[in-house]
């Protein structure tokens, strides 16, 4: 399983979530302690916005602790938004465009999770993207696939409910097949101004999801292991929940795709 980090709020150098903290981002790429290896050495990506609407990208199939170049980056490089995941993969070849995040247009997203079964429902998966989003699709993964359904189930205009239906058509084709109908999906987005998050499973053992406030309060921070930093107060996230950052604060709503809809169960200023 994955390890990733996400960040919103004033602009700061991308090394402050990727490199500096202790058990920061690069430390979990080969220690990590909330994931079922310890290991996340299949490549790594980052996505961050700054001086236009596309977020810029930088992905390769190294292991985040051996790469100079990242870590040279992201001394450089400042941004008030940014997505950052190292990979442990469950299915696909190594390769930079299997790597998260994925970007089209102005949106980003990262994943850790899967589908259940995923090779015999990839080809009727794919068969529901528009011909301009399958030759927007580059890799083999099903966290890419279920980002651009999430796009083609309208994610500019309703992100919970495009994710929920993108998880839903999943589970149907899986039932189709005759495969276990088993969905664990913790992801990040972005279209470069709100930082969204989901925590769900359709059993009990959704990946991990922390949040806390930085930056002496400036800005927010989304990570699947909390860095070792005894400022910082972490909170988990509930499963089933879907996760709102803007100027404003962060807000989070009860998400269950089963039910087609999302209920508000929390308001953090």
């Given amino acids: 399983m994955c390890r990733w980090a996400a960040y919103r709020g004033t602009p700061i150098p991308l090394e402050q979530i990727v490199s500096a903290p202790g058990h920061s981002l690069i430390e979990q790429s080969h220690r990590a302690t909330e994931a079922k290896t310890a290991t996340n050495g ?3 990506g980052i996505a961050w916005y700054g001086e236009r609407p596309e977020p810029g990208l930088y992905r390769d199939v190294l292991p985040a602790w051996s790469d100079c170049n990242l870590k040279s980056l992201a001394r450089q490089i400042r941004s008030p938004l940014f ?4 990979r442990a993969s469950t299915g696909g070849a190594t390769s930079r465009d299997n790597c998260h995040p994925f970007v089209h247009g102005t949106w980003s997203f990262m994943h850790n999770g899967q589908i259940a079964g995923f090779e015999q429902i990839r080809r009727p998966m794919e068969a529901a993207l528009s011909d301009r989003l399958y030759q927007a699709r580059h890799g083999t993964t099903d966290s890419e696939l279920l980002f651009l359904l999430a796009i083609e189930f309208g ?3 309703d992100p919970a409910g ?3 239906a993108a998880i839903r058509f999943a589970l149907a084709e899986s039932a189709r097949a005759g495969v276990r109908e088993l969905v664990r999906f913790t992801a990040a987005f972005s279209d470069g101004e709100t ?8 059993d009990a053992y959704a990946p991990t999801l922390y949040s806390a406030p930085t930056c002496g309060g400036t ?5 699947s292991e909390p860095f070792h ?3 910082t107060k972490w909170h988990e996230i509930p499963a089933g929940s879907f996760v709102t950052l803007t100027a404003s604060g962060m807000n989070s709503k009860r998400f269950e795709p089963l039910q087609s809809q999302t209920l508000d169960i929390a308001e953090v200023a």
């Fill in 155 to 157: 994610l500019e205009t």
């Fill in 42 to 44: 299949d490549g790594f």
């Fill in 219 to 223: 800005g927010h921070c989304l990570v």
């Fill in 195 to 202: 930082l969204y998050a989901i925590r769900y499973a359709t």
């Fill in 83 to 86: 997505l950052a995941h190292v």
């Fill in 229 to 231: 930093d005894t400022d």
């Fill in 162 to 164: 495009a994710f929920g």
